[in-house]
């Protein structure tokens, strides 16, 4: 069975208009988030198991459904366009179950922000459902030795490798 052990989990943030890429890039930017060729990550906090990730979430940028590539040189310089949705990544199973709510955090700041639609596996909902969405499946994955846990992360090198 294919992603049982979901290493992974993606979140979009949808606005039902296009919005200025300068104003998203300086509020990431505002929220600690480190731009990165076309994407931006945020690095977690604390001590870092070898077998867990240094990575809180991910961030691409897309524009009618295409992922835009604009660097923060070419924003800097004004040559960039606009967006209307954001696909973020948080890496589950290479995370402790604590980050889940300092995700799920992240993911309100920039939601509230700028007005934005939160989209889980296709539909739409409250910050506080994909909360229990995620530690539902946080929960399911305990059986596997549990999200952040050095045998979830051995178990998905097997399935891969």
């Avoid at 979430?57 to 992922?67: C, K, L, Q």
């Avoid at 993911?107 to 539909?123: G, P």
């Amino acid at each position: 069975m294919k992603n049982q052990y979901v290493e992974e989990v993606a979140v979009i943030l949808r606005s039902n208009n296009p919005l200025p890429r300068v104003d998203l890039h300086k509020s990431l930017k505002q929220f600690g988030f480190i731009s990165e060729d076309d994407f931006y990550y945020l690095r977690r906090k604390g001590k870092v198991a070898s077998w867990e990730t240094d990575c809180l979430m991910t961030i691409n940028v897309f524009s009618a459904n295409s992922d835009t590539y604009e660097t923060e040189d070419d924003i800097e310089e004004g040559i960039c366009s606009n967006w209307d949705s954001l696909h973020i990544s948080y890496l589950m199973a290479s995370l402790p179950r604590e980050f889940i709510n300092t995700f799920v955090s992240e993911i309100e700041k920039i939601k509230l922000r700028f007005a934005l639609q939160l989209v889980f596996e296709d539909i739409t909902m409250e910050v506080s459902e994909l909360t229990l969405k995620l530690s539902k499946i946080a929960d399911d994955l305990e059986k596997f030795g549990g999200v952040g846990s050095k045998e979830l992360k051995i178990l998905i090198s097997y399935e891969y490798g």
